[in-house]
């Protein structure tokens, strides 16, 4: 920067880029969305990613608002814990870089042990602390989820049942709707299978920490990871598809 720019020039300036900085993430307080940024169905590509990932079909229908709700509150749940605070969340939650969503499906235990350790914490007390509050986050997520998760699947089997009574129903309609009870079943799954994925993410850092760095602060957090797992092994209500052809069959009865 030139030395004749002073700090009266750069005022000016800041008042200008910060609107703009602030506006490249989605994320506002508490980890809310912030509605200024987003659209209704920013989250809508989950379920047609979660449909291609397993070779079925995807629905043209729109979204219902259930529907729309059970892929926002999907999202946190399948976007690693390290990746809440991208700079370029907003890019991220609309599902344009496909690079990046692509990692969604990665299977890599170390990662989040690996991000922990290059997460620039000054203490060990810091890096435990990050994990805790981590699963703690989880936790609070997984009850909205897989209550809205309940109410889609019991909606879906209703659907299913008009679709098989009414006589009046087009090839094209009935594909549709078959189409998005998928979409919406996978969508469950990809969650679990991603919960899955990040409590062995967890319980690998937690188990390296403790031999690295042990601290007193580990019961703590293999307390609030195990309370995490009861919760997940409670949430295993939908199959995963042994094939696309299971995204037409009926949706799974709940208790």
């Known amino acids: 920067m030139s ?4 700090r009266r020039d750069l005022k000016p300036l800041a008042l200008v880029l910060l609107p703009l900085l602030t506006a490249c ?11 200024a ?10 379920g047609q990613a979660a449909a291609k990932h397993a070779g079925a079909p995807v629905s043209t229908n729109k979204l219902t608002d259930d529907e ?5 509150l999907a999202f946190p749940l399948i976007e690693p814990p390290y990746d809440r605070q991208r700079w370029d969340a907003i890019v991220y ?11 969604l499906w990665a299977e890599d235990t170390t990662a989040y042990y690996r991000h922990l350790q290059d997460g620039g914490y ?4 810091g890096r435990y602390s990050r994990l805790i509050d981590d699963v703690r986050n989880d936790a609070v997520r997984i009850g909205p989820f897989f209550d809205i998760a309940h109410r889609v699947v019991e909606l879906d089997r209703r659907r299913q049942l008009s679709v098989d009574y009414l006589k009046d129903i087009s090839a094209a309609e009935r594909s549709n709707a078959l189409a ?17 994925q990040r409590c062995a993410g967890y319980r690998y850092a937690l188990d390296h920490l403790v031999v690295a760095e042990p601290e007193n602060l580990a019961a703590q957090a293999d307390v609030a990871l195990a309370l995490l797992q009861q919760q997940i092994a409670a949430n295993q209500f939908v199959p ?15 208790k």
């Open 3 to 6: 030395p004749r720019v002073g």
């Open 25 to 35: 993430s989605s994320i506002g307080d508490f980890g809310r969305l912030q509605q």
């Open 37 to 46: 940024v987003v659209t209704d169905d920013i989250h809508a590509w989950v």
């Open 68 to 72: 729309r709700t059970l892929r926002d």
């Open 93 to 103: 939650e609309y599902g344009r870089k496909h690079d990046l969503q692509q990692t």
């Open 122 to 125: 000054r203490s060990t007390a």
């Open 180 to 196: 998005r009870v998928g979409e919406n079943n996978l969508t469950v799954v990809w969650v679990q299978r991603s919960l899955a």
């Open 240 to 254: 995963p598809p042994r094939s696309a052809a299971l995204t037409a069959a009926p949706a799974p009865v709940l």
